[in-house]
């Protein structure tokens, strides 16, 4: 061995340079895993489920119908929570690399399950704006 090798061992034996080549090759061999890669985590167990969507929409649904059947400007007020629901599946689809993530795991039915369930409430609120509308002032 030369001077200049930083793995040199010292001078305690021949156990001590079998053991320094086996390190030397380990680190050599697991150097790769200390590169930066990007993550390949599993995302679905952070976010909720298709029945979630479904659990948290058809409440809400019923609230917006209720308010917009008794008066449309709650009707009309309430408006914002499918278009907040709306602009999470944007962000989440569109500019988090979490969207992409959910789709190879879950597939095209979690989308078409979060834009079904906000699309649910919009119509609700819709369908209790008209109703709301159309019924005599009291």
């Known amino acids: 061995m030369s001077a200049s090798d930083p793995f040199r061992t010292v001078a305690l034996g021949p ?3 079998i053991v320094n080549r086996k390190f ?3 680190l050599i ?3 790769p895993a200390f590169l930066p890669v990007p993550a390949l985590a599993e995302v679905s167990d952070k976010m909720p489920t298709i029945t979630d969507h479904w659990i948290f929409a058809v409440p809400v649904a019923i609230v917006a119908l209720l308010l917009g059947r008794y008066r449309w400007q709650l009707g009309v007020a ?3 929570v499918p278009l907040w629901m709306f602009s ?3 962000y989440l689809f569109f500019f988090d690399s979490v969207g992409s993530g959910l ?3 879950q597939g095209i039915k979690y989308l078409v399950s979060e834009v079904g369930a906000a699309s649910l ?3 609700m609120c819709l369908v209790g ?3 709301g509308r159309g019924r005599a002032p009291t």
Do not use: K, Y
Request: net charge negative; glycine share 4%.
């Open 88 to 90: 999470g599946v944007v």
């Open 78 to 80: 309430f408006l914002l």
């Open 15 to 17: 156990s001590s340079e």
């Open 29 to 31: 061999v697991s150097l």
């Open 24 to 26: 030397r090759n380990t």
């Open 103 to 105: 789709i190879a795991e």
């Open 121 to 123: 409430v919009f119509a």
């Open 129 to 131: 704006i008209i109703v």
